[in-house]
Every structure is written in C-alpha cells, then in structure tokens.
C-alpha cells in the first residue's frame, strides 16, 4: 500500500481513503501495524482540528437516533460530520452502530458524513486506541464534528471521555425521582446532559427528570474547564427534532470559552500524555501474554506456591526475563 498516496487522499476528504486507512489502522498484522503508524506520522502535520464529541447512554435511550437528527442538522449548516463508536462488546453483537444503521438511514447516505461502526475487538484496550486514531484520521480528512458513540456499559465511558472535547450524556425521562442509577463518576464526567424523549406523553416527565439533573449537576464539585452555567442539563427530542439547534449552541458556546481560556489545548494535552502511559502501560502487560512468559509465569507461581522460591524474586526474574526486551 502507498501510504504517501494514502496520505494525500485522505487531505483531499476522500471518503474511501479515510475508510481503508481505518481497516489498516485496525489490523493487528505486523506489516499493517507498521504502515499504521507510518501514515499516522505523516498526517501529524495536518493541523485541522475537528470537535470530538462523545456520547454515551444505555441501550435504548435514542442514541442512534440522536446522532441521526443531530448529525443531519449539523451537516445542514454545512459542517462535516463523522460517527464512530466504542464498543468492546461488539465482537459478539455486531457492532452498535451496524446494528441499527436503519436508525441512521439519511446520515449514512449523506455525502458530508461518515459512519464508522466500532472495530471488533474484545479488549476495551485495543478498541480504545482503535478509535483513538480513527478520530485522528477523520480530523486529518477535514471533518469538522466526530461523534464518538459508546453504550454506558462502565469503563468504555471513560475511553471515550478522554477522547473527547465534550462529553454528552443522553438520558431518558424517568418517572419518581430516583436519578436512574448513574453512577456519579459518570456525571462528573458530564459536559452536557440531554434528557431525550421530551416529546408527547413523556414531556412532563422529561421536564422533572431534567431539573433533578440539573439540581445534582449544581451539588458537583466545580471543575476548572466550566464557566459559569456548566455542566448543564437541557431537554432534546431526536425523534421530533427539537432542542438539538439549542443543544449545538450550548456546545459551541463550551467550547469556545475552553479555547480562549486555553483549557481546550491543556484537556488535549493531557489526554496526549494519559494514551502515552496507557500505551505503555498496555505494552509492558502485552509482554507477559506472549506463550513464553505465560509458561515461565505459572512455572514460577507453582514455585512460589510449594515455597521453594520467594514470590518477591520469582516476580524479579520474570521481570528480568520479559519485562525489557
Ligand atoms: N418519543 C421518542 N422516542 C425516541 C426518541 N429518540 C429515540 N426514540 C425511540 O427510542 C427507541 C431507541 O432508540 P435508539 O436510537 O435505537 O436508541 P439507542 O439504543 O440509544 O441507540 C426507538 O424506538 C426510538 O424510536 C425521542 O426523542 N422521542
Ligand atoms: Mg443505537
């Protein structure tokens, strides 16, 4: 593969460009892995900058279709809109965006967006840098918007976080006032949370579920990268299309107080830092995967275990072993 042509196309916003690049960067082949890397250095120079945008909610709470409405509006306003997703479950059900591409229907035909559904890998580890360099990718290929879309199945919420410039969480009404389960890491990671469905029989309840939201957004500890009024909770409607115009404004708004208060750049450097270690960190755990250190790793521990070596240099010399290189 040319990987200088490769290159050139993707400048050039060619769609089938971006998507071989993605397959490549997805391969787990030495050689691709190689020519992964090749093209992710040549297109470190580009400095076009996309908003990264993640989303996250449980199944069923309109993400699809939030994404196909909010993704429609925004190429309207003739911004260009890229979709990916993390999902490490996605080996086994197909992907959450292929599987309900009918959701996406007009997106998904839009010449000014591209849908990308989430590599199958079960490791969150292996999808997360995945997805890290797709966004990378579709920055390089002039997006202007890439929505980044994970089920709120725990830690995959964090991944996309730190991916992220903003991050949405999309909720459902809910009825009583119990605040349906979200755990407070992930509110705090909030920059904006939609309460969707507000439409219909379910206004109402949509209104309350969004003022409790609001009231235990106020009791969080205030975070340097929010001025005053953030994070917020508003009230959309994928279906109907409403408050999405309203949804964009507030993003917008959030963002350009980040980047005039240099907090944009200091989060993206920070998550530049954070991939960094977990790149190495993920490296060095790769090491003791290999055949070869899983044999002398449970010669060790049988070792350890009849107390004929201690679990201290036992460790050291599988350390010793296949910690360097
Ligand atoms: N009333 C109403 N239903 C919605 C809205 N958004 C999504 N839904 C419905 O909720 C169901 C799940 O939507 P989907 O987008 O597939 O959710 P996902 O699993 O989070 O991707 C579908 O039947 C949608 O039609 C909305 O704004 N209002
Ligand atoms: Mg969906």
């Known amino acids: 593969m040319d990987i200088t042509d490769l290159r050139d196309r993707i400048i050039n916003r060619d769609r089938r460009a971006l998507a071989r690049a993605i397959t490549l960067i997805e391969s787990s082949r030495p050689d691709h892995r190689a020519q992964a890397a090749e093209l992710m250095e040549a297109l470190k120079t580009t400095d076009r900058q996309a908003i990264r945008i993640g989303l996250s909610g449980t199944p069923g709470v309109g993400k699809s279709t939030f994404i196909e409405s909010f993704g429609t509006m925004l190429t309207e306003q003739g ?38 559904p989430s590599p199958s890998q079960t490791h969150l580890g292996g999808v997360a840098r995945r997805t890290r360099e797709a966004v990378a990718l579709c920055e390089a290929a002039g997006f202007d918007v890439v929505l980044i879309e994970t089920v709120g199945v725990g830690q995959s919420e964090t991944v996309v976080a730190e991916m992220s410039d903003l991050f949405i969480l999309l909720l459902a009404p809910a009825g009583g006032d119990e605040l349906q389960g979200v755990k407070r890491g992930i509110m705090e990671m909030a920059d904006i949370i939609l309460v969707n469905k507000a439409d219909g029989d379910l206004k109402a309840v949509a209104t309350r579920t969004c003022s409790d939201y609001a009231g235990a957004l106020r009791l969080l500890r205030k975070r340097p990268q929010d001025p005053e009024g953030f994070p917020k909770a508003m009230m959309v409607s994928a279906l109907h299309e409403e408050g999405l115009r309203k949804a964009w404004e507030e993003m917008t708004t959030l963002i350009s107080w980040r980047r005039e208060t240099g907090h944009f750049d200091g989060r993206r450097a920070e998550q530049a830092r954070y991939w960094f270690e977990q790149e190495v960190r993920q490296g060095l755990l790769a090491r003791l995967e290999t055949p070869e250190a899983r044999l002398a790793m449970s010669d060790y521990a049988t070792r350890v275990a009849e107390g004929t070596v ?5 460790a050291r010399a599988v350390l010793d072993a296949f910690g360097g290189n």
């Open 79 to 116: 911004l260009r809109v890229a979709v990916l997703a993390v999902d490490p479950s996605s080996a086994r059900s197909g992907g959450s965006i292929l599987g309900d591409k009918t959701r996406m229907e007009n997106l998904s035909r839009n010449p000014n967006a591209f849908i990308r």
């Open 310 to 314: 201690t679990p201290t240099v036992a």
